[in-house]
């Protein structure tokens, strides 16, 4: 089960949740396209804002970097300093 | 170098102390403290609210002061931030720097308050009457990032 986190303005969708990742869910890019099936306003938000996503705590650069269920995938807004 | 994020109110003096505890090679400590104010841009502020990514938010950090000692060879830095909930008055960020002689403790405190206040992982919300809204950064602020190795 993948771990999804919430961060910043993002949080309006909840802290946290565990999900099961379909089979052909299996990289970052196939994951945003999921999300924006089945979650169309979370998708558009995070467009909306350029946000980046984290995979066990480091940015992903590259869409196609493959994802697992044991994986913490996180949502970022852009950072706005303290 | 010591990097500490926490939601309960920092204690500078000893905060200070602690850092300087048995040290005889610094000839220069540099510190600055910054606090919430009650309001922005005229605007009443009643509380702000920081976010961050725990684990991440530290290493990022950790990874540019690291940065920052090195280039301004700086014997040790303390950085404690507030995230959670704060109120005007109370002290969000403190960072100190010890180092041989005060110019390069100055100067790495100032660029790593730079990087904090602009670019560090956090996500800031500020409360008013107006109710709560999420601050990104600005043009301006964007314009003088700071770029650290």
Request: hydrophobic content about 45%.
């Amino acid at each position: 089960m993948a771990r999804f986190v919430f961060l910043g303005r993002l949080r309006a969708f909840g802290d946290s949740t565990d999900m099961v990742l379909p089979p052909d869910v299996r990289t970052v890019s196939a994951l945003l396209t999921w999300l924006g099936d089945r979650h169309p306003d979370f998708a558009d938000a995070c467009a909306g804002m350029r946000a980046q996503v984290a995979v066990n705590q480091t940015i992903v650069r590259d869409l196609l970097q493959p994802i697992a269920d044991a994986d913490e995938i996180a949502f970022l807004p852009p950072m706005s300093g303290g | 170098m010591n990097v500490r994020l926490t939601n309960t109110a920092l204690d500078v003096g000893a905060e200070l102390a602690a850092f300087v505890d048995g040290r005889t090679d610094a000839g220069a400590l540099v510190n600055f403290v910054g606090y919430c104010r009650d309001a922005t841009a005229g605007q009443p502020v009643d509380a702000l609210f920081i976010d961050h990514y725990p684990n991440f938010s530290e290493r990022q950090i950790a990874a540019i002061a690291e940065g920052i000692c090195r280039r301004f060879e700086i014997l040790d830095l303390r950085i404690v931030h507030r995230v959670g909930r704060i109120e005007p008055g109370e002290a969000i960020v403190l960072v100190a720097a010890l180092s041989v002689h005060r110019g390069p403790a100055f100067d790495g405190v100032r660029m790593l308050m730079d990087y904090l206040k602009i670019d560090a992982p956090f996500w800031k919300q500020e409360s008013g009457p107006d109710g709560a809204r999420w601050i990104e950064p600005s043009a301006e602020d964007l314009a003088r990032r700071t770029e650290v190795a």
